[in-house]
């Protein structure tokens, strides 16, 4: 059993090295020109700083793209980046930030991957003006002589610039979330559909499916298995190291051979459990070849016990009892990419029996 586990992850790893997370898309040079072939994909934080391309002409060399060799690049599904650039206190920043709404003000977001709000850069394609939103800043105001504490609304100006109108906006009418700007800028672009036709960008979520099967570690008498599958949902845009996922697992367990010569004896011999997860939080460690990976869920379970009863000798049968119980379900393990599939080992409790159970199987 060893040398097949040994075998079946070797041969996963040998898969998982000529993988590459390539997706369909176009550049667009600083010349003006399309190139279309495939971009190395990652979330929006990922891919800010600068991309990897490959040509479709059959070209094997990979290109590394900073924004400020692009105008823009994009993916066949509209997720669109432009390059912009923007003035710091000590020099000036190239960044790629992706485009989510369209018309007469457009409005893209900069994810950075150290903070949890992206920044916003609305451009008026009217005037040409593009201006950039950050986050509100804590400041220390001095008033009658005593500091208390306040947030700079810097952005609200900037909206109004961006939309050359003047609008009495307050934190709490627009707050600084892309939720809330999106809105209104969606809503002022309405006016002016007939000149600059209005588009939205909408995120599409990512699904995948866990299929395991496994048996128990624990060298006692009898048999244990477990059957697992799970469905995961994630934005792979925002994040590819969280998602949401339920699903069921089965487990079952049974002594070889009941103790029925013993003259007056009554106990469980077969176990069933079958357990559902409405949700639960799956965590993985990143989007590499080989991933490590852990999730946990409260859900409810059915338990159905078979005991059998022994008095005198004589044997009175089996008799079964179910009953539900809350369940929690946990499990962690690796992932290997090979192709399109990922092939999974993993671990998981055994809940009251010893031991742990080792379960393998694909992920899709």
Do not use: W
Request: charged fraction near 20%; proline fraction near 5%.
């Amino acid at each position: 059993m060893k040398f097949f586990l040994f075998t079946f992850l070797a041969l996963g790893l040998c898969h998982a090295l000529l993988a590459q997370n390539l997706s369909p898309g176009f550049v667009v040079t600083s010349k003006g020109d399309t190139i279309r072939g495939f971009i190395v994909d990652g979330t929006d934080a990922e891919l800010s700083p600068g991309i990897t391309f490959k040509k479709l002409d059959g070209d094997k060399g990979e290109v590394k793209y900073l924004p400020k060799d692009l105008v823009s690049f994009g993916f066949n599904n509209g997720r669109i980046f432009r390059s912009f650039s923007f003035a710091t206190q000590n020099d000036s920043v190239y960044i790629f930030a992706k485009r989510d709404v369209e018309g007469k003000v457009s409005m893209f977001t900069y994810a950075r991957p150290e903070e949890n709000r992206p920044e916003i850069l609305l451009t008026n394609n009217s005037s040409g003006r593009t201006f950039h939103l950050t986050p509100p800043k804590k400041l220390k105001i001095d008033q009658n002589g005593k500091s208390r504490a306040g947030q700079s609304f810097e952005y609200l100006g900037l909206l109004n610039l961006a939309k050359g109108v003047q609008t009495n906006y307050t934190s709490s009418n627009v707050s600084y979330h892309e939720k809330s700007i999106r809105k209104d800028i969606l809503a002022y672009n309405q006016q002016y559909a007939n000149d600059f036709p209005v588009y939205r960008y909408r995120p599409q979520p990512a699904f995948f499916y866990d299929i395991t099967a496994g048996f128990s570690l624990y060298n006692g008498v009898g048999t244990d298995f477990r059957m697992a599958f799970y469905g995961g949902r994630t934005f792979p845009e925002l994040s590819r190291k969280m998602a949401l996922i339920r699903g069921v697992s089965y487990r079952y367990s049974s002594l070889s051979e009941p103790r029925r010569y013993i003259r007056n004896n009554s106990d469980n011999f077969r176990q069933q459990f079958l357990s559902a997860i409405p949700v639960g939080l799956y965590m993985q460690t990143d989007t590499s070849p080989v991933r490590f990976y852990a999730y946990g869920g409260i859900g409810l379970g059915l338990a159905i016990e078979t005991n059998y009863h022994v008095v005198n000798y004589q044997d009175m049968g089996n008799e079964q009892e179910m009953g539900f119980f809350p369940a929690l379900n946990l499990g962690a393990g690796v992932k290997i990419k090979a192709g399109s599939t990922f092939i999974i080992a993993e671990l998981t409790p055994p809940g009251n029996r010893k031991g742990l159970f080792l379960n393998l199987g694909l992920s899709f």
